[in-house]
């Protein structure tokens, strides 16, 4: 292909606020890549939508490179990263390109400033035929690119992982989109990107290990949406707290969050209709809601790596403690043991959520009361108790009444004192708003004695949190 002449500015970077957002955020490179890629798989070279994708992958390259030498992508664990940032959204959002570096054995690009459009034309259609050929690295070197560089594969180095450099809010948020981007896959019946369910699961994990309360007040944050995504993402996020309690490692953690994640992915073979019927359901009804379970582990039967925990996990989790429940499973002699963490963490964040059409939703304490009263027979006892500890009795986000008469949200669980979390004090006994007033109750002569609806309460969690 012939590349054509160099127009002044192509693409929409023209402007310059639209510069100064490209120039800031290097990662959008791997967008314009991608675009530029599919086009030249789709269609035929020359043909408009091609070059207009190469010049605007050319123009991008220009307005990085412009204020520094070169820009270099590594791949590490399924994701692009910058530095040691993880590009967790160009990650999610460019799935073609990732595996196609990663099965051509590449583990970096990297562009040096002064590429010519031709090069840049040259290096995205070698990548574009990179499926035909057996080592992208040796075609790069091959063609004598000068200013864009791949090279192997590399193993990250210990600890590096987990400076992912995520904030918890940016990554709860890249989780919605990604599970309603996986839901929306379901629904239109086409192939599971189930990768990006790991990727996430991973990018949690590196969160939670880092600092294991972060995502449990995002979570809370967002407690009343009414998306299914939600549930998803906060039940990964309780069954990682739980799971990092008990001891799992990295790799078990992974297997436990991705499992999390896609627990009632088999929901969205269900008819909207049917799952938020108000006014309870019929038999027949209730038998097709039911097969969420079995259409949900045939879903994710192709996860590399995971499938048989995430099967077992989408199978299991409306079964009890002591195998009551459904599916009937008449060869189970016990729930695996990610199954019973997953339980948990379902039933707290459904039984507190405004997205129970049909019941009204209990208020945290009243959540975690029936998860204790259920142990051992509903829930497994150890882990029952387990969860108390670690969430707390009045869970993260928790609008509370203390023994004084003033109320106060909780910010932080006190792990082994479930009655006494952190709080900030947020209104005095007669109800006049207050100056937040951080309080560890461990430290404080003053009692929590129940929660309050913060929605009843005229309270916006999200000032506190
Ligand atoms: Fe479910
Ligand atoms: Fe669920």
Redesign the pocket.
Known sequence: MTASPDPPMAGSFGHPRAQAALAERPGALLRLLEAARKNLLLYLPGHPQVAASLHEFHAGLGVILKSRGSVRFDIYEDAFFLGNRILLEESLQTPGLLEELMTNHVGSVEFLQGAPLQEATRFVELLAAAGRQSHLGDAVAAAGLQFIKTGPPKELGKGEQKATGLAPRELYRIGLRTMDALNYQAVQGAPLNLRNARLLGNSMVNVILHDRHALLGVAALYQHDEDTCHHSVDVAVLSLMLGLRIGLDEPGLLALGTAALL??I??MSIPRSLLGKPGGVTATERSVIER??VH?AGMVQHLQGLAQTAMLVALE??LNYDLSGYPRLPWAKKQHLFTRIVAIG?FFD?STSARRTYRKPLLPDQAMHAIVTGAGKLFDPTLAALFLNTVGGFPVGSVVRLSSGEVGVVYRPTEGKALQPQLKVIRDAQGAVLEPVLVDMAQDQRRVLHCIDPIRAGIDLTAYL
């Open positions: 627990h009632d088999g929901k969420h379970t949900g989790h409306h379902d459904a």
